[in-house]
């Protein structure tokens, strides 16, 4: 390791930024991936929507060094204040939410957010959601500015023409959607597969059909929680999606079922909260992990899961944390 740097100012062998000081002990240079070409220091991306804009975070982990990616929070055409009431429910080994996609809109986030957190040096995905096929296109065009690494295309959120149903849950609609945001970016286009299927492996051939250069999955589950005392819904919202450790195996399933059907590399999500759980998703073909609800818990997660990776590959002597991927043996 002749770039190996020892002294103040690195850790690890990595130069910490000023903003990153005080954060972290740890960098993973033997993690690397490259995922869709975009070089990633590790193969853990922390999920949209629980990670803030990022900067919230660096307080906690080290965002040049610790982090593979970050999808940024959901992206919408106009600014949104989110869902009125709460927002948040705690269930047994997850959590529930209808946040409301709150963001300040695809404009205003170039403008404002972006220059801040583009000064780390760790990919971005630009997480989007709109209401109509074509506003997906202008969300895509939008976002695809210097800073942003790939759009990550969020098919969970009501299509305003199709009586609010998800893009997600028909596969022509959703191979729409892959098919104009492919045409109005020339950066990877990922798309976000929604769990509230009969058939993923449907709707996975279709996007990628559409042109999508690779997969996430999955979103929340749908559910919602009761209070008996008001008997009235928890969320103010009334349903909820579902995130955490419940929804693991459902997620694990869904990627190993997908991972079957289509070529394109995936991105494995679905209550992750350590390393050994990143490592079933590779397992059952996940090319690189995001890590969302864990964050939640332990602000730290993605730094903890990325060394509880490394010390899994030196005891299993595996040379690259990627030969992991797809080694399930059925
Ligand atoms: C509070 C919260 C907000 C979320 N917001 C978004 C979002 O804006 N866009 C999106 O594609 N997914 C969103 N998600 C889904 C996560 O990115 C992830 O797909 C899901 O939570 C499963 O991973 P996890 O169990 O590790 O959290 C959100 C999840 C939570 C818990």
Do not use: W
Not at 267 to 278: K, L, R
């Amino acid at each position: 390791m002749a770039d190996y740097k020892i002294g103040p100012g690195y850790v690890h062998g990595y130069e910490v930024s000023p903003k990153d000081k005080n954060n972290t002990k740890r960098a993973y240079k033997d993690l690397g991936v490259t995922f869709c070409g975009i070089p990633m220091k590790n193969p853990i991306v922390a999920a949209s929507g629980t990670f803030g804009n990022g900067p919230e975070y660096a307080d906690y982990l080290d965002l040049s060094h610790e982090v593979g990616a970050i999808s940024i929070k959901g992206l919408t055409p106009k600014g949104r204040p989110g869902n009125a009431g709460t927002r948040v429910a705690e269930t047994p080994s997850g959590m529930l939410n209808c946040i409301g996609l709150e963001n300040p809109g695809a404009e205003a986030f170039v403008e404002t957010v972006l220059p801040t957190l583009a000064s780390y040096d760790v990919p971005l995905f630009a997480n989007v959601s709109a209401g109509t096929v074509d506003e997906f296109g202008y969300m895509a065009e939008t976002l695809s500015v210097p800073g942003i690494a790939a759009i990550e295309v969020n098919i969970s959120c009501p299509n305003v023409k199709n009586e609010g149903l998800a893009f997600g849950v028909d596969a022509k609609v959703a191979a729409q959607v892959a098919a104009e945001v492919r045409k109005r970016t020339t950066l990877p286009v990922i798309m976000k597969l929604s769990p509230n299927v009969t058939n993923i492996v449907e709707i996975a051939k279709a996007v990628v059909d559409a042109g999508a250069d690779a997969l996430s999955l999955i979103n929340t589950l749908l559910g919602m929680a009761i209070d008996i005392r008001t008997k009235r819904p928890i969320l103010g919202n009334l349903y909820g999606g579902l995130s955490g450790p419940a929804i693991k195996p459902v997620a694990l399933r869904m990627v190993h079922q997908v991972a079957r059907a289509v070529d394109v590399p995936i991105i494995g999500m679905g209550g992750i909260m350590t390393g050994t759980d990143a490592v079933e998703f590779m397992m059952a073909g996940a090319d690189i992990v995001s890590v969302g609800t864990a964050t939640v818990v332990d602000p730290r997660a993605i730094g903890r899961i990325a060394e509880e990776m490394h010390e899994y590959c030196e005891k299993e002597k595996i040379e690259h944390v990627s030969d992991i991927t797809d080694t399930l043996q059925v």
